[in-house]
């Protein structure tokens, strides 16, 4: 009998798993914070003998090479990706055991696509597939985004995944088990740019060989259609993505979760002096009514690393504020989970304690749809500036008439292309309103953030 556990990091969209036998297991693309996975390996009882990697990954920083290290497990990485370190250089067809008494084995199928060198690894028992770990390769619904290596291979690339999620279609059986990466609100997914893909899978996020036979893109379209799709449907690339290959190449260091040097009110207000990013984590209801002037607002239950580490200019220190110590360190691990390793400082608490004498905290107004149009027919709209700060995809699906469209990871640098004015910022829902809002604030401007459900059928004016 086998088992496989999922090694899931929400705020990214990504999964790690662990699968074996009764003694052995195999850990494929795990997290950087390796403790959760040597957690799950203790609960199950089992060593961990293999590490498997099915790509360099673009999107967050591995803990793979620091797991084998501490377990003294095997490294497997594929043999075409360029990497600084040690490791079992991994090709089509190749096996390795996983756990000798179960019968369970792990065989390496090349599926370039999501990169050039993508393995995936389907986990056999007693010579017979039972799962596939597919990386970026086949998602549910969807495939990888071809388009994170090199501009002039994104074509190629994209014939590649269509090309890798058929041939896992034709010699794996339909039971098959798929477990992807990506796919679970990662902008790795080529569905759409964050979301989940076409596919809803199973109510624990799964999906089969056979299902994706029925709905995946990859596997119902012809070449020349889903290509055409996919790279039709490509949005920006976040930021901090540039850096994550390079760091997985040549090594990340272990993790340090220290806690960060505690900052006082004097010593915030250098910070802010000295341009430095001070980020409040605490929700955007409590930041709007009261927040340290400069600050920026990122939620510590959004998602904080995708976001933060694609606005902010990277290697720029940070120091996190937060109600609590716990909410820091939280915020501390995600953040480190895509490189951002060691805060500046951090202060908890809240306004009056990061504050200095004689200062008072600002705020600004928050409001809904509702608010905004009743706003916009009493004052004719003088004076009232409406930004939408989502993806040009949601947008195109209908925005507010006479808005100004500037996405959320552009707003910091360039906020003077907003006109002057009463400036309502809104997404789809608030979050990012909320860190656009804080962001403009904390340059002078007066905001409303709105925060409210966007709903297309309400304003659709059509694409401009």
């Known amino acids: 009998m086998f088992f496989v556990d999922t090694i899931g990091t929400e705020g990214l969209g990504n999964r790690g798993y662990l699968a074996g036998g009764a003694t052995e297991a195999v850990v494929v693309d795990p997290p950087r914070d390796i403790d959760r996975v040597l957690a799950a390996a203790a609960r199950r009882g089992v060593r961990v003998g293999l590490v498997a990697e099915t790509h360099v990954h673009n999107d967050y920083v591995s803990g793979g090479l620091e797991l084998a290290r501490v377990t003294g497990a095997r490294y497997l990485v594929p043999a075409e990706a360029h990497v600084a370190f040690a490791r079992v250089p991994v090709r089509d067809g190749d096996t390795a055991t996983v756990d000798a008494g179960a019968g369970l084995t792990l065989r390496a199928l090349a599926t370039p696509g999501h990169t050039p060198h993508h393995t995936s690894y389907a986990l056999e028992e007693n010579g017979r597939a039972v799962l596939a770990f597919t990386g970026g390769s086949l998602l549910i619904g969807t495939t990888g985004r071809p388009d994170l290596v090199e501009p002039r291979l994104t074509e190629p690339l994209a014939r590649a995944q269509h090309a890798s999620a058929r041939r896992l279609a034709d010699e794996l059986a339909d039971d098959v088990r798929v477990l992807p990466t990506h796919g679970f609100g990662s902008f790795c997914s080529s569905g759409g740019s964050g979301g989940s893909g076409a596919g809803s899978g199973g109510s624990d996020g799964s999906t089969t060989i056979g299902e994706e036979r029925a709905h995946n893109d990859a596997l119902t379209r012809d070449v020349d259609d889903f290509v055409k799709d996919v790279l039709a449907g490509l949005e920006d690339v976040p930021a ?160 507010v008439e006479g808005s100004f469209h500037l996405p959320v990871h552009e707003v910091h640098g360039r906020a003077d292309e907003v006109q002057r004015g009463v400036v309502w910022v809104h997404c789809a829902s608030g979050m990012r309103a909320a860190v656009a809002a804080s962001m403009l604030a904390a340059m002078g401007r007066d905001v409303v953030a709105v925060d409210d459900a966007f709903r297309a059928e309400d304003w659709v004016r059509g694409a401009e």
């Open 240 to 399: 901090y993505y540039t850096h994550m290959a390079p760091a997985n190449a040549s090594g990340p260091a272990p993790l340090d979760l220290t806690p960060p040097r505690p900052a006082d009110a004097h010593d915030l207000a250098r910070r802010l002096a000295e341009g430095e990013w001070v980020v409040d984590l605490r929700s955007r209801v409590a930041f709007s009514e009261g927040h340290l002037a400069g600050a920026f607002n990122f939620e510590g239950d959004g998602k904080l690393a995708t976001y933060l580490a694609w606005l902010i200019p990277w290697g720029k220190p940070v120091t996190l504020l937060a109600e609590t110590p716990g909410q820091i360190a939280a915020a501390q691990r995600e953040l480190a989970r895509v490189g951002i390793d060691r805060p500046a400082a951090a202060a908890t608490g809240g306004p009056s304690s990061w504050l200095r004498t004689g200062e008072r905290p600002h705020s600004f107004p928050r409001a809904g749809f509702a608010d905004l149009a009743a706003a916009r027919e009493r004052d004719g709209g003088e004076g009232i500036v409406v930004l939408d700060v989502r993806r040009a995809s949601e947008r195109a699906k209908g925005h």
